[in-house]
């Protein structure tokens, strides 16, 4: 199995646009980052970020100017065919289809020209289709260009699949899908990482890239601006859980404060009223920290504590607190 190494990687376009005007674009200024075997690593940003490029580069399909990607050990410049064999690809999910072959013709031909034989071909291209759960009457009988753009999605995910890779690289592979179709494919990438397998994938929905992964990076214009475990992140960023409690009885605004003494608080919000008195603390504390010091409290004291839940920040506060940032510079 393999993994993923980036280092310092830089890529400007060049555009010529109409007479004599040529312009350059710097979509990547020097990224790093490092995909473990068998982990779903995310690459998030705004658009024009630079995800798909840093994507097209890893995947050998564009150049970069300097710096390195090794994909299993092998360096994505000098041995691309190597790099090619050890990845699946999504992205541009219709490039690449023929619109008057059905998903099965344009999967066998696929399989062709990666040099699998005929029948081979044939049956690797059922298996793939029936992995991501296209129809059999769409998949076999219908062209692709009548295709929604689910179905699409799914075609572009078989054929990634199609080698069985190690490693997988996934440009939003569930943009257009429904919410059931969605949940059905990031189910499918958690049981690939499971068996070893290497993702990065590109996405703009905060609570499905949570859902999967476990790393993220995020770059804003070329640069990263926040890369790491998502709860080391959101810890980093100093991002609060939040503890909802309900108190009744006397003992109320002492357990508060004997609360505070206890976690590491960054505000307090009261709302006390002569039957009951509600609190929302915000506490740079894990879960388990601050469900350990309720516990604790619930013991010695004449409060009564009626109700408390704990909210734990998401990855999309992460992502709007970092990038929030930089998009108003
Ligand atoms: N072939 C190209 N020629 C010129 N400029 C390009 C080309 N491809 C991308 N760019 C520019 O490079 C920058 C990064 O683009 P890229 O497509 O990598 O962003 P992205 O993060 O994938 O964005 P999105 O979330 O919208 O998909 C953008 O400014 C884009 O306009
Ligand atoms: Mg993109």
């Known amino acids: 199995?393999?993994?993923?190494?980036?280092?310092?990687?830089?890529?400007?376009?060049?555009?010529?646009?109409?007479?004599r005007r040529t312009t350059y674009v710097e979509a990547?200024?020097?990224?790093?980052?490092?995909?473990?075997?068998?982990?779903?690593?995310?690459?998030?940003g705004p658009n024009g970020a630079g995800k798909t490029t840093l994507v097209k580069i890893i995947s050998t399909l564009v150049r970069p100017d300097s710096g390195r990607v090794l994909v299993g050990g092998f360096d994505a410049v000098e041995e691309a065919d190597k790099v090619r064999a050890l990845i699946g690809l999504v992205l541009d999910v219709s490039k690449g289809m023929y619109g008057s072959l059905t998903g099965f013709q344009n999967l066998v031909f696929y399989g062709l020209l990666k040099g699998y034989s005929y029948s081979d071909a044939r049956r690797r291209a059922r298996e793939v289709l029936e992995?991501?759960?296209?129809?059999?009457?769409s998949a076999f009988k219908k062209p692709y260009y009548s295709y929604?753009?689910?179905?699409?999605?799914?075609?572009?995910?078989?054929?990634?699949?199609?080698?069985?890779?190690?490693?997988?690289?996934?440009?939003?592979?569930?943009?257009?899908?429904?919410?059931?179709?969605?949940?059905?494919?990031?189910?499918?990438?958690v049981d690939f990482?499971?068996?070893?397998?290497?993702?990065?994938?590109?996405?703009?929905?905060?609570?499905?890239?949570?859902?999967?992964?476990?790393?993220?990076?995020?770059?804003?214009?070329?640069?990263?601006?926040a890369q790491g475990g998502?709860?080391?992140?959101?810890?980093?960023?100093?991002?609060?859980?939040?503890?909802?409690?309900?108190?009744?009885?006397?003992?109320?605004?002492?357990f508060i404060s004997r609360l505070k003494e206890g976690l590491q608080i960054i505000k307090v919000e009261a709302n006390e009223t002569s039957v009951a008195s509600s609190y929302r603390v915000y506490a740079r504390n894990s879960r388990e920290e601050?469900?350990?010091?309720?516990?604790?409290?619930?013991?010695?004291?004449?409060?009564?504590v009626v109700d408390f839940s704990i909210a734990e920040p998401s990855?999309?506060?992460?992502?709007?607190?970092?990038?929030?940032?930089?998009?108003?510079r």
């Open 1 to 19: 199995m393999a993994d993923i190494v980036v280092e310092e990687v830089r890529k400007t376009y060049v555009v010529r646009s109409g007479f």
């Open 28 to 44: 990547l200024k020097g990224v790093s980052l490092r995909v473990t075997k068998g982990s779903i690593h995310a690459l998030l």
């Open 131 to 137: 992995l991501v759960g296209l129809d059999e009457e």
């Open 148 to 189: 929604s753009l689910g179905m699409r999605a799914r075609v572009g995910l078989a054929k990634a699949l199609f080698t069985d890779p190690d490693v997988l690289l996934l440009d939003e592979p569930t943009l257009g899908l429904d919410v059931s179709s969605s949940m059905v494919i990031r189910g499918m990438l």
């Open 193 to 225: 990482a499971r068996r070893g397998r290497t993702i990065l994938v590109t996405g703009h929905n905060m609570r499905e890239i949570e859902e999967i992964s476990s790393e993220v990076t995020i770059i804003n214009r070329g640069l990263v601006i």
């Open 230 to 254: 998502i709860n080391e992140l959101k810890r980093k960023l100093g991002l609060a859980n939040v503890l909802s409690i309900k108190l009744e009885g006397a003992g109320s605004r002492e």
């Open 290 to 304: 601050i469900v350990d010091a309720v516990t604790k409290l619930i013991k010695g004291t004449s409060a009564r």
């Open 315 to 328: 990855l999309e506060d992460a992502y709007l607190a970092v990038v929030g940032d930089t998009l108003r």
